[in-house]
């Protein structure tokens, strides 16, 4: 069964501390995974995509990469505007646009 | 990035009434839309696909009596709630596909008193 899980399910941290959250998957060809950033009460805000192990992609302080099983977002240097809840979700090989999300990271950066 | 809409943002409405929600892809095209529902605090839960000119394929447990889906053209999906009741108060979601990436409307919050 195709599944999808991310770690911390919450992290706090101080403005300046860069960390990394993890986003593990089991799926049987792996078409693309996605992050997402969601805020309370709006829809998840496309981040990025990574199709192959060793892909990564940069958008300001945040950095995803790729491996065989899973996936990280490294966030450098956060702001206390990057609080949200951070989503990650996989493409199987044969679901054509069909995703599957992880339950999410909450992530809170205190000033 | 591409940009989805959805209206209402938000509704109240009383048991036993049906209630639609619009989803629209404004600057694109989309054979495929999705929706999703999601509780308080917890992940997307997608509910059915909604495919152009043809019936939506609904996930497992998602009542497809209850939750009508229709996609009329290329840049509208509409989610029929029937008979609403308390339990299906929840925060609604659509998105659409461009290029294999999905794009999020930002939902709609459905409260049944």
């Known amino acids: 069964e195709d599944q999808v899980t991310q770690s911390p399910e919450a992290l706090r941290l101080q403005e300046g501390e860069s960390s990394s959250l993890n986003c593990s998957y089991t799926?049987?060809?792996?078409?693309?995974l996605f992050w997402y950033r969601q805020d309370p009460g709006k829809g998840p805000e496309f981040l990025f995509t990574?199709?192959?192990a060793g892909e990564e992609k940069e958008k300001e302080r945040l950095k995803a990469t790729l491996t065989k099983k899973e996936s990280f977002l490294h966030i450098t240097a956060p702001k206390p505007e990057d609080s949200a809840t951070y989503l990650c979700?996989?493409?199987?090989?044969?679901?054509?646009?069909?995703?599957?999300f992880g339950p999410g990271t909450s992530l809170s950066v205190i000033p | 990035g591409a940009v989805v809409s959805q209206h209402p943002s938000w509704v109240i409405c009383k048991s036993g009434t049906s209630v639609k929600i619009e989803c629209r892809s404004l600057?694109?095209?989309?054979?495929?839309m999705f929706w999703y529902r999601q509780f308080p605090k917890q992940s997307l839960m997608l509910m059915a696909t909604?495919?152009?000119?043809?019936?939506?394929?609904?996930e497992q447990g998602v009542e497809k009596d209850k939750f009508l889906i229709n996609h009329a053209s290329l840049t509208l999906s509409t989610l029929t709630v029937t008979s609403a009741h308390p339990e299906d108060s929840s925060f609604y979601i659509c998105?659409?596909?461009?290029?294999?990436?999905?794009?999020f409307g930002p939902g709609t919050r459905l409260t049944v008193l």
């Open positions: 909604s495919n152009e000119g043809s019936k939506a394929t609904y």
């Open positions: 979700a996989v493409q199987e090989g044969t679901s054509y646009d069909k995703v599957i």
């Open positions: 990574l199709y192959s």
């Open positions: 799926v049987s060809g792996l078409r693309g």
């Open positions: 998105s659409a596909t461009q290029f294999n990436e999905q794009f």
């Open positions: 600057d694109f095209q989309a054979t495929t």
